[in-house]
């Protein structure tokens, strides 16, 4: 028996060994199960981020709207582009802006330039004397005067002679018809779907667009330095007719810089407008169309809805400065919070009368420590333009402990 009892020892403390080897292969892979496991059990599958210093002020000036008839507001380099009643009306010599866009594409111009000329017919003195006698806007001519490219247009655009768009046409296509094709051709090519024209003046009701066509237009229009040369002129001197004045109400006040006005029994008063203002740090241009309006001389009612329009969007835009490093918000972990802000400032415009300003935040999940300066996501603000913000940490903030993210 003495001799038994010793033998044994070893296989206990074999089988001993094996239990142990067992146990702590079962506690690693739980281990190793578990750690798997963290980042669908701890709290960072939900970041909360709660926004701080956004600003929310309402407008105190709504667009003022024109109570009959149709508008457009067009900013373009603020990407504002709003309608208002955007019907297919008729748009008297609103016309002509199509006409100057289609002779400028085939006879292009610059400052300082005469272009081409057109020396003055028997017959361009008959259709004078006819527009005349049918109450069009008309510049005299006579036999035998020559008149160039840039002394049609300056007639045509500022004192808005019909007579000029005529012999204009002829100059670019030989005749009317083939122009007309030309301007319709154009406007589809445009996209400018509500518009048709019947004729290179829009005497004819048969020429019409929409307020929303007609801002696109003369937004595309105004990017010649020569267009925005000529129609900032509030009078022109030309041969034979002298010096004749604008009909584009209010020219040359209250930062206007022109563009077109028009009027017909079947229209009303129309007038395409721009406007310049100040966003505080650049100049910019805004278009205040208005379609259709009444009362008076026509023209007049036109230019001060078109004016009310303008000014209302400038009142009552709102702008924020969004301050690099100032707490927009916080990431909350487990009970722990740190601050977060913008890499970069920015200043933010949005007109609350076309739209609220929506603020939106973009966060990624975290599966360790965020230390100070690390970008944490990125705050979208929707203002008359889409601004991306990138967000970084203002602090350290330490991952949960084992306990928390079993708990």
Not at 89 to 101: D, E, G, Q, R
Not at 290 to 312: C, F, K, Y
Not at 373 to 386: M, N
């Amino acid at each position: 028996m003495s001799r038994s009892a010793p033998s044994r020892r070893p296989a206990l403390r074999g089988l001993f060994t094996r239990f142990l080897g067992l146990l702590i292969g079962l506690v690693v892979a739980g281990a190793l199960i578990v750690s798997m496991q963290l980042p669908l059990l701890h709290e960072l599958s939900s970041v909360r981020v709660t926004l701080k210093s956004i600003p929310s002020a309402n407008p105190t000036t709504p667009l003022a709207w024109p109570v009959v008839g149709s508008a457009a507001l067009d900013i373009p380099s603020l990407g504002v582009l709003e309608g208002y009643h955007d019907h297919v009306v008729p748009i008297a010599s609103l016309t002509k802006l199509m006409t100057t866009y289609i002779a400028l594409e085939k006879l292009p111009l610059v400052i300082d330039q005469t272009g081409p000329c057109h020396v003055v017919t028997s017959d361009d003195v008959t259709t004078y004397q006819e527009m005349m006698g049918l109450g069009e806007s008309v510049v005299e001519v006579v036999a035998g005067e020559q008149l160039c490219e840039m002394d049609l247009l300056n007639g045509l655009l500022v004192h808005s002679a019909g007579n000029y768009a005529v012999m204009l046409a002829n100059m670019v296509s030989g005749t009317n018809d083939a122009f007309i094709a030309l301007m319709n051709h154009e406007a589809a090519t445009m996209g400018l779907v509500g518009t048709h024209y019947d004729d290179v003046t829009g005497f004819s009701p048969g020429s019409v667009s929409t307020a929303l066509d007609q801002a696109r237009l003369a937004r595309t229009l105004m990017k010649s330095a020569l267009v925005r040369a000529i129609v900032i002129q509030t009078s022109v001197t030309l041969p034979v007719a002298g010096t004749v004045a604008t009909f584009t109400p209010l020219l040359g006040l209250d930062n206007i810089i022109g563009v077109k006005s028009g009027r017909t029994l079947e229209a009303g008063g129309c007038d395409v407008m721009a406007m310049t203002f100040s966003d505080g740090s650049s100049t910019k241009v805004l278009y205040a169309v208005v379609l259709g309006q009444r009362g008076g001389d026509l023209l007049g009612p036109a230019g001060e809805a078109a004016l009310a329009l303008a000014n209302s969007a400038v009142a009552s835009r709102l702008h924020h400065v969004f301050v690099k490093d100032l707490v927009v918000g916080e990431i909350s972990w487990d009970g722990h919070h740190v601050g977060v802000g913008l890499t970069h400032q920015r200043e933010v415009w949005w007109w609350p009368a076309q739209a609220a300003l929506r603020v939106s935040v973009r966060v990624r999940r975290f599966t360790s420590a965020i230390y100070r300066g690390e970008v944490v996501g990125q705050l979208v603000v929707h203002g008359v333009k889409r601004h991306t913000f990138t967000l970084r940490a203002l602090g350290d903030l330490s991952p949960p402990t084992l306990l928390q993210r079993l708990r």
